[in-house]
């Protein structure tokens, strides 16, 4: 089945710094990338996901990348603020209707004022 | 207010005694899921289904039951519950891509 490998963990920047994080994933066959946030004690929410026939997405200061060939996709955030603070999960997802999502394991983004 | 919830939000019990998480969406999605959620281990699916009556496994189904017999609804059972199913729990449902989550069950099993 799907693998999603997350890194780094763990991400401390300053204010104003951008901050990537990448996963790579094994089945070729995946065709949906979503990115969630989750905040200290809430629920997970969907910040931007990229289909598989796409190679860039933004939202204003949120960008995914997908590069098809090595596997792997990539969330980059510019200018960060405190309250970009959280944890993010990148998953994967191959089947019809999207359901069967496999995450990764998170990496917690600190950033200091 | 279109949302997810689940019942209870926190929970304590001791092994082998039989519990239901319950989880309910009023936004008329055809699709739900169960995750737990352990540290360092991301989310992980648990069981999930696409339309009443029609679930499937995820990656860890194990000591755990769902059914949907009605849209809205999607409970997950542990028959019963042991210590290594302490957890937080996620239920999610979506019209399409977007996983919508509830507001997490934490359970503790003793």
């Known amino acids: 089945g799907e693998n999603v490998e997350q890194h780094p963990s763990t991400l401390s920047v300053q204010e104003g710094d951008s901050a990537v994080i990448k996963c790579t994933y094994s089945?070729?066959?995946?065709?949906?990338f979503p990115w969630y946030k989750q905040e200290l004690g809430k629920r997970p929410q969907l910040i931007i996901d990229i289909r598989s026939n796409v190679g860039e997405k933004k939202d204003q200061r949120i960008a995914v990348t997908l590069n098809k060939t090595a596997k792997h996709f990539s969330l980059h955030i510019t200018e960060t603020q405190p309250e970009d603070s959280a944890v993010y999960f990148c998953?994967?997802?191959?089947?019809?209707?999207?359901?069967?999502?496999?995450f990764g394991t998170g990496t917690r983004l600190l950033v200091s004022p | 207010e279109a949302q997810v919830t689940q019942n209870p939000r926190y929970l304590i019990t001791v092994t082998g005694k039989k519990l239901t998480v319950t989880c309910s969406q009023n936004m008329n999605h055809e699709y739900m899921s169960w995750y737990r959620q352990d540290p360092g281990l991301g989310l992980r699916q648990i069981y999930y289904s696409m339309n009443v009556e029609v679930t499937d496994k995820g990656d860890v189904p194990e000591g755990y039951k769902v059914s949907r017999k009605e849209k809205r609804n999607f409970p997950l059972i542990l028959e019963s519950p042991s210590p290594n199913q302490t957890s937080l729990y996620f239920c999610?449902?979506?019209?399409?891509?977007?996983?919508?989550f509830g507001p997490g069950t934490r359970l503790l099993v003793l």
């Open positions: 998953a994967a997802s191959w089947r019809t209707g999207f359901q069967k999502l496999v």
């Open positions: 089945d070729s066959a995946s065709n949906y």
């Open positions: 999610a449902s979506s019209l399409q891509e977007t996983q919508y």
